[in-house]
């Protein structure tokens, strides 16, 4: 049997990895994760249990042994260190260049976006805002990989937010650039939850001579469902999924960090869409019927500025390469009004900061729009006013595999870098 050809890549702020959870579904092509980045203890500790590689805070991730903290530590004691730090290793650009560890192809990375996202009222200021400027320094380490394939995701606010100089550095450094907005919605969940993905491949990809754009592939083979197709409305609950909602033991079995990082993480569903749509045209799958999108030609200059955070208004889908810019109609399905399924009853998304809430917190009644959360979703409908949400229940929510986040070991403390 013909094994699959591989694509090694790393991960930056990897979270609980959708990404490499989706992978593991993927067919004729062979995603390696090299390592991770991350930062927070929990998330580390699941992608260490998942048999990852961890290399901890992203500014030490293949950068000169040198400038290492491990380094001298390492040599004076004659220690490895993964040793040394808790299970946190290294990934030094010599380990790169000597070929100690495989050159990474692609790069995935969904850096902090609470500059950017919907809940965050107080700031406007996108990609510069304090808890978002972290992309200056991963855009830093994708210079200096130069990795083939570049798959980002980050808020729908991105899109006003500093999406203009994204689209303009990756294309600096030789990229096609493909970005859309894609709602879980148009994969058969009951709720939106738009998240900006951007797809960027340079002349070492087969990518770069494909007449067919990932995201188009996506939009129209993979978002083609019902909302509640794949993941039942709450009227359409069974009793058992029913059960699953509420645990009446808030505290202990790291619950809160669940609920927190599995409310930070992308839907696997559409994770696994764009990777097996990579895999299909890196194998030579042809898309005949598939339509481009993204054709209209447009300028920078043209385009309106943001009020808070003074950046251009992109479209909310479109595609460059070199200095020439292209967008095409929203898509309805793929990104949806936030009114559009009104009448299906649509549930809230999962946000990060359902952790901090136990279903007796009644302000997340309070709270406008979406931003109760789930939390303040099932209080409101079905009434819930002891115990918390449950991370398994979560899990399903977001196409995680059930019981996938559980983590049996104490956390890992990262000692040398910054958090």
């Known amino acids: 049997m013909q094994t699959a050809p591989q694509l090694p890549y790393i991960e930056f702020c990897a979270g609980i990895s959708a990404f490499h959870i989706a992978s593991q579904s993927v067919k004729n092509l062979d995603f390696q994760c090299i390592g991770t980045s991350e930062i927070d203890s929990f998330c580390n500790t699941y992608l260490e249990q998942q048999g990852l590689n961890i290399f901890g805070g992203l500014q030490y991730v293949a950068c000169p042994a040198s400038e290492h903290p491990y380094a001298k530590i390492c040599e004076a004691e004659d220690v490895v260190p993964c040793e040394l730090n808790d299970g946190v290793g290294s990934l030094t650009y010599e380990d790169l260049m000597e070929g100690v560890v495989e050159w990474p192809k692609a790069i995935f990375a969904g850096w902090p976006c609470q500059s950017l996202s ?204 070199k200095s020439e810019l292209y967008c095409g109609e929203r898509d309805f399905n793929l990104n949806p009004l936030l009114n559009q399924h009104k009448e299906l009853g649509m549930m809230a998304s999962l946000i990060r900061n359902d952790h901090k809430n136990n279903f007796t917190t009644t302000s997340r009644l309070s709270r406008p729009g979406g931003l109760g959360g789930l939390t303040g979703f099932f209080m409101s409908e079905l009434g819930l006013n002891e115990g918390a949400l449950n991370p398994s229940y979560c899990e399903l929510y977001m196409g995680f595999p059930e019981g996938k986040t559980k983590v049996s070991s104490k956390l890992i403390r990262n000692k040398l870098l910054p958090n």
């Open 118 to 321: 919907p809940a965050n009222t107080l700031e406007g200021r996108g990609i510069n805002g304090g808890k978002s400027d972290l992309y200056h320094d991963l855009m830093d380490k994708i210079e200096d990989l130069s990795a083939e394939l570049v798959v980002l995701e980050n808020s729908e606010k991105l899109t006003s937010g500093g999406l203009e100089i994204v689209v303009r550095d990756l294309t600096s450094l030789g990229y096609k650039v493909e970005w859309d907005i894609i709602a879980a919605s148009a994969f058969g969940y009951p709720y939106y939850r738009h998240r900006c993905f951007v797809v960027a491949y340079n002349e070492e990809s087969p990518l770069f001579s494909s007449s067919t754009k990932v995201l188009d592939i996506v939009a129209q083979k993979f978002a083609v469902k019902r909302p509640g197709e794949k993941f039942p409305f709450i009227n359409n609950h069974s009793e058992q999924l029913l059960d699953k909602i509420c645990t009446l033991e808030p505290k202990g079995n790291y619950r809160r960090h669940r609920v927190a990082a599995l409310g930070n993480s992308i839907n696997v569903d559409i994770a696994y869409s764009i990777l097996q749509t990579i895999a299909d045209l890196y194998t030579g799958k042809q898309f005949a019927d598939v339509v481009d999108c993204r054709k209209t030609p447009f300028l920078l200059e043209e385009l309106e500025s943001h009020s808070k955070s003074g950046f251009k208004k992109f479209p909310s889908r479109g595609y460059a390469s």
